[in-house]
């Protein structure tokens, strides 16, 4: 993937899942994946808010679930405050509960089912996966601009965030 501008970015990435009980090993697992992928590559852009400016990036990012809503907590690499919105869960609920429904029948199917059958489930999650990311690109829409490849890795993180 190309970046356009270098700080169009994120540098950091944490989730407070403070409120929430332990993650599972595997679950756990995911989470540093993603975050390892995200911040090797992605693509995340705020745009202008009206005569306001957006200070550059790169940006540091806390994903956070409060009052029931998901909260993007943006701020530049340093800490100053760039940007908070909040997103309905809504939305996001009915592929999530999809998304892990998938990933436990993977699971099963890695111990005791042919390739075959394991390719095409996995071929399955991988489609609610790209929902799940296409979901959040809509969500998006108008605060912050990013590639596919990061809004699957922020959807990975959304679920980690929603398992509960």
Known sequence: MTIANHNERLC??????????????ELEQERRVAIFDLIED???ALPGRGA???PPGPYALLLAIRD???????TTDPGDKVAEFH?????????VKDYFQICESYFEAVKRLPPAQIEAIDMARRGIHNEGARTLQDRLDGKAAVDIDT???????????VRG
């Open 68 to 74: 029931r809503r998901l909260v993007f907590d943006v």
């Open 12 to 25: 950091r990435v944490e989730i407070d899942d403070s409120a929430l009980p332990p993650a599972s090993p």
């Open 42 to 44: 992605n693509s995340f």
């Open 87 to 95: 997103l309905s869960l809504g939305p996001f609920r009915q592929v």
């Open 151 to 161: 809004a699957r890795r922020l959807f990975t993180l959304i679920c980690a965030l």
């Open 52 to 54: 306001e400016t957006v």
